[in-house]
């Protein structure tokens, strides 16, 4: 595999609300990582074109797929495993107030076995 960045394509949106005239936004995200057959697969990092969203780690088809991280800008991250896309497995969500849930997980929620631990340090499983 050879690593490659690739940059989003243009988006034309059009501007809404009192706007002088018409204007054309682009579509900042991008990926740096590996490809294969113009696909992410391997490992590598995007970030989302909101800026907010970030993922690192590895890829499958194009999809999130085995072990990374998914962060956003306010601080609270996911890291685990990915399946398919989806926060799919065992992982760690950690929120900006510093609480966290350790555990089980399906396409995105905590789901299964699992400890939340408050930001003030109290333990539910």
Do not use: C
């Amino acid at each position: 595999m050879t690593e490659r960045v690739h940059k989003g394509e243009p988006s034309s949106k059009i501007a809404k609300g009192p706007t002088p005239s018409n204007r054309v936004t682009y579509v900042t995200s991008h990926y740096a990582g590996d490809m294969m057959a113009g696909k992410r697969d391997g490992y590598g990092t995007y970030v989302y074109d909101n800026k907010f969203f970030q993922y690192q780690g590895e890829w499958k088809d194009n999809k999130k797929h085995g072990m990374g991280v998914f962060s956003m800008s306010n601080g609270s991250q996911y890291e685990g495993e990915f399946r398919d896309g989806e926060m799919t497995g065992q992982g760690k969500r950690t929120w900006s107030d510093g609480s966290s849930y350790t555990g089980d997980f399906l396409e995105g929620e905590m789901h299964g076995s699992g400890v939340h631990l408050g930001a003030n340090g109290t333990s539910y499983d």
